[in-house]
C-alpha cells in the first residue's frame, strides 16, 4: 500500500520486479538507472541478503501526473530469484502496488517461469493480494539472444504458459540492450497510479 507524506505533499509507492534467478530483474534495474537518470532520485541501494542482494532506488514517473495534487514517488526493487530465497522475497513484497513480472525467454528456463509465477501468487495471497487483482505487466525478457542461436520461446508460447488466464500487458524486451525495458515499466507505473487513483476515490 502506498505511503502518504502529507507534509511534502508526496505519495510513496512500491514496483516489484519479480521472476525466477537470472532472468534478467537487476540488469533491468541497472538499465533503468543509467537510461533514465533524470528521474532516478538519490542512489540505488543495495541490501545484501543471505548471499543474494535485494536492490532499490527512487524513481519519479514524469508526466504520468499527479495523485490528488501530490506528487508521485516510485520506489522500484528487484528480488533475490534463487528458490532458497524465498523469505526475503515475501518481504520485498510487503506493500506492494505493483508488479513486473520478468520471464526469461530461454528454452530451458520454462519449468522455472512458471514456477516463479506460482510463488509470486502464493506470497501476495498471504498479504491477502490476489495476482489476478494487483498492477501488473509480464515482460518476455531476452529476446536479443535468438540472433546469437540461443533456443527461445515463442512469445505465443510464454503468454500461453504464463499469461492465458492473467490476460495483463506483456512486452518483449532485452535488459542487456534496453529494448523494451522503458516500456513495460511505463505500464506497470500507469496501471499502478490508475489503481491508486481509483482506490482513494473509494477509501
Ligand atoms: N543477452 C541477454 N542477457 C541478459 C538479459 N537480461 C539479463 N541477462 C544476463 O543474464 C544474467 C542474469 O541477469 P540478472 O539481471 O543478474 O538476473 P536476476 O537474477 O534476475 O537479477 C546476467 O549475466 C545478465 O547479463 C537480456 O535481456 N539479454
Ligand atoms: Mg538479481
Known amino acids: 500500500m502506498a505511503i502518504f507524506n502529507i ?15 537470472r532472468c534478467g530483474k537487476t540488469t533491468n534495474l541497472e538499465y ?11 542512489e540505488m541501494v ?6 543474494d542482494r535485494t536492490l ?3 524513481f519519479l514517473p514524469i508526466g504520468l501526473g499527479k495523485i ?8 522500484l526493487y528487484t528480488v533475490p530469484g534463487q528458490v532458497q530465497y524465498s523469505s526475503t522475497r515475501k518481504l520485498v513484497l510487503r506493500g506492494v502496488d505493483g508488479v513486473i513480472f520478468v520471464a526469461d525467454s530461454l528454452e530451458v528456463r520454462r ?5 516463479s509465477l506460482k ?22 525478457n531476452k529476446r536479443d539472444l535468438a540472433e546469437q542461436g540461443f533456443p527461445l520461446m515463442s512469445i505465443e508460447q510464454m503468454e500461453r504458459d504464463l499469461n492465458r488466464q492473467l490476460k495483463v500487458p506483456s512486452f518483449p524486451a532485452s535488459a542487456f540492450t534496453g529494448q523494451g525495458v522503458g516500456a513495460t515499466l511505463k505500464e506497470c507505473m500507469k496501471l499502478t497510479l490508475k489503481s491508486l487513483q481509483k482506490e482513494m476515490q473509494i477509501g
Open 32 to 42: 533503468i538507472f543509467k537510461a533514465y537518470k533524470k528521474q532516478v532520485e538519490g
Open 7 to 21: 507534509k511534502k505533499r508526496e505519495i510513496e509507492c512500491k514496483i516489484v520486479y519479480y521472476g525466477p534467478g
Open 119 to 140: 510463488d509470486l501468487q502464493q506470497n501476495l495471497k498471504e498479504y491477502g493480494i490476489s495476482l489476478f487483482k494487483i498492477p501488473l505487466v509480464i515482460q518476455h
Open 46 to 51: 543495495s541490501v545484501n541478503t543471505e548471499g
Open 111 to 115: 519449468e522455472k517461469n512458471m514456477i
Open 56 to 58: 532499490f532506488f527512487d
Open 68 to 75: 490528488k495534487g501530490c506528487e508521485v514517488k516510485i520506489q
